[in-house]
């Protein structure tokens, strides 16, 4: 699969996009047995007023940002980003998982388009694989990945309920571009995020790996009135910053601040940082 940059005109303002062409996914799935990703969970405190008006949202689950609509009519219609994949520490935090991801919707609705990587360990055996999923349809593991590859991915609004799901490995070449509709009556568009997906209780996990910290950059977001920005576009859109509490109501991961990626003008970057297991 190539990657390639498209030039997006708006009023005087030129921003590069990218593209991805199609490829079929890989057949084969990687040998891995982790839970999938959720929609965002309530975490135990209320949204506070952040900086650069940002609403932080304390979750259960989601650290990151999200692009968030004005009124009730404004709609996204794609994100791309870039990033790393992380290198978990399984002998500090064996049993536990950690997805890092980008996507549409699920920040105040019932689905998510989305598509990223999962650093996870099963017991102290770390195992890295890339995979989309359209929630709350089945979750789809497509190749194993290693740590730090650099990743190349995509999601957007084809229209009419339909979905392009794109990732490129583009350290070994591996890759998937997908096709997919909406698995409900209506997928409202409502946000487009970029997150590190932290520990959520279940059976089988005991907490978040210990992932240090994980990068994302040249993060671009459309709407449906084709503005092209950053995770934060104050005349475009509103931004939403999320941290993920752990079972005790500590803080597990969280992001550091939004920055404009050189060069681009529009697009943005950050990290997300590992503080605790649960």
């Not at 609705?109 to 989305?114: C, F, M, S, Y």
């Not at 977001?221 to 475009?236: E, I």
């Amino acid at each position: 699969m190539q990657i390639r940059k498209k030039v997006v005109v708006i009023g005087s303002m030129v921003v590069a996009c990218m593209g991805l062409t199609t490829v079929t996914a890989n057949a084969a799935s990687p040998a891995v047995n982790l839970s999938r990703p959720l929609i965002l969970a309530k975490g135990g405190a209320k949204p506070v007023a952040g900086p650069n008006g940002i609403t932080v949202k304390y979750s259960a689950n989601w650290s990151g940002y999200a692009a968030l609509p004005k009124t009730s009519r404004d709609t996204f219609t794609s994100i791309v980003g870039e990033y790393n994949v992380p290198s978990v520490v399984c002998s500090a935090t064996p049993d536990t998982f950690s997805y890092h991801w980008i996507g549409l919707d699920g920040w105040a609705d019932q689905t998510v388009e989305q598509d990223g990587i999962a650093a996870d360990c099963n017991g102290a055996k770390a195992q890295y694989a890339a995979w989309f999923e359209m929630y709350p349809a089945n979750f789809k593991f497509a190749f194993a990945v290693n740590p730090g590859d650099a990743i190349e991915s995509a999601v957007h609004y084809l229209g009419k309920a339909r979905y392009e799901l794109s990732l490129k490995d583009v350290t070994t070449g591996r890759g998937f571009d997908v096709t997919r509709t909406c698995p409900v009556s209506v997928c409202e568009n409502s946000s487009a995020e970029t997150i590190t997906e932290a520990y959520y209780y279940n059976k089988r996990y005991a907490g978040t790996s210990d992932f240090g910290d994980e990068h994302y950059e040249e993060v671009t977001v459309t709407d449906s009135a084709g503005n092209v920005g950053g995770l934060s576009d104050p005349k475009a859109w509103k931004t939403g910053e999320g941290i993920a509490l752990g079972e005790y109501g500590d803080v597990d991961t969280t992001p550091g601040p939004l920055a404009t990626a050189p060069g681009l003008g529009v697009s943005s970057a950050f990290s997300v940082f590992w503080s605790r297991e649960n």
